[in-house]
């Protein structure tokens, strides 16, 4: 909020909204609803004093929005829009396959504009075709990315073994941590196709409010990407603190690496599938 990044603001909100709705559930199931309600309004007012010192912005940011591409629009014959226009807010919306980033970083080519060496076969192509020169300048931006976007300044990636602890960890937490951690991770992931995946973006878009205030949803990914470390950092825990049973981990572990190894090899040697 300090940032007034307003749509990383709006996804944590959800995301905390998740938590919330995981431990009322156990706390339905083990009968500590006392203790839910008493935890829930001492966060409450402690998100109560984060907002008001933001309070200024956050009301200035309201009322400009109204007189803005996300505000009403009666230039149209159609329902008025309370928000952005639906193809104007999924321009930036990440592929299905493109979301392989998260394990391969150019899984999609990498950049819109990366830069490659005199070595590269591009460099080679272009220098028997056009001459050293044009190699040259086209090499400087070369346009590598293949996704969905219309250009990006590189992949989402959360590094290979950060993913591994992140599967890893689906096995090893349990309860709330786990229903939360992987519904978030999964929800988010499914907002960031956007366009791709309209079955859940129509519903966020129609019904739910304020989420057609926002632009470019494979930001979404944020919240993906930052669950990925977290879930594998406290399955690690578990893990440190003797929590796990080792035998049982040892079983867990090799079936975690044949799965991702198993991924990565179909992917390199049958791309073709994936299409």
């Known amino acids: ?23 009322f559930m156990r706390a339905i199931q083990e009968k500590q609803i006392a203790n839910f309600m008493k935890a829930s309004v001492i966060l409450a007012l402690a998100a109560v004093l984060a907002i008001l010192p933001n309070i200024t912005n956050l009301l200035l ?14 230039l149209t014959e159609k329902k008025m829009s309370t928000g952005l226009d639906k193809d104007y807010a999924l321009g930036w919306s990440y592929g299905q396959l493109e979301s392989m980033t998260l394990l391969i970083p150019d899984f999609a080519g990498g950049s819109s504009a990366y830069k490659l060496d005199n070595k590269s076969e591009a460099y080679k192509a272009v220098a028997s075709n056009a001459g050293d020169a044009q190699a040259r300048s086209f090499t400087q ?3 590598l990315y293949w ?42 992931l499914m907002l960031s196709w956007g366009k791709n995946f309209l079955p859940l973006t129509d519903i966020f878009f129609d019904h739910v409010p304020g989420y057609n ?12 990407s930052f669950m990925i470390p977290f879930g594998g950092m406290l399955g690690l825990m578990r893990f440190v603190s003797g929590e796990v049973d080792k035998a049982k981990l040892k079983k867990k572990f090799v079936v975690c ?7 990565i090899v179909i992917i390199c040697i049958a791309p073709w599938t994936l299409l």
């Open 1 to 23: 909020m300090y940032a007034n990044h307003l749509q990383i603001t709006y996804y944590v909100a959800i995301t905390i909204g998740l938590l919330v709705f995981a431990e």
């Open 257 to 263: 690496f044949l799965h991702l190894w198993r991924i």
């Open 213 to 224: 205030k926002f632009r470019s949803v494979a930001m979404a990914l944020t919240i993906a």
């Open 141 to 143: 931006q070369a346009p």
């Open 61 to 74: 940011t309201y009322e400009y929005g109204n007189y803005s591409t996300r505000g009403p629009s009666e």
């Open 147 to 188: 996704g969905d976007q219309p250009m990006t300044s590189g992949p989402v990636y959360s590094g290979a073994i950060a993913f591994f602890l992140f599967v890893l960890s689906m096995f090893l937490l349990k309860g709330t941590q786990r229903i939360w951690i992987a519904s978030s991770f999964l929800l988010f």
